[in-house]
């Protein structure tokens, strides 16, 4: 019963939302107001995210170099220590 009735109250709670909605969406001046918000938050990300996507190019860059030097330093222990190994036998 629980499931049941919890079921007919998001009903009943979508059927408020959608009646604030449309009588929101039917005024003229809630409108013009939602239009002049959802213009200028756009405006202000579009720079943001070419900002955002120069960074992470060069960290992706800085990334490789420094991974083929580690892998070049791990290379040049383990060749070094065989020639030790050598040495002693």
């Known amino acids: 019963m629980?499931?049941?009735s919890?079921?007919?109250l998001k009903r009943r709670r979508r059927k408020q939302y959608l009646r604030r909605k449309k009588a929101a969406a039917s005024t003229p001046t809630a409108s013009v107001a939602k239009k002049?918000?959802?213009?200028?938050p756009v405006a202000k990300k579009a720079p943001a995210k070419k900002a955002a996507k120069k960074a992470p190019a060069k960290k992706a860059a800085a990334k490789k170099v420094a991974k083929k030097a580690a892998t070049k330093k791990t290379a040049a222990k383990k060749v070094a220590?065989?020639?030790a190994?050598?040495?002693e036998e």
């Open 2 to 4: 629980g499931q049941q």
């Open 85 to 87: 190994k050598k040495t």
């Open 81 to 83: 220590k065989k020639a």
């Open 6 to 8: 919890n079921k007919n």
């Open 36 to 40: 002049a918000t959802t213009e200028k």
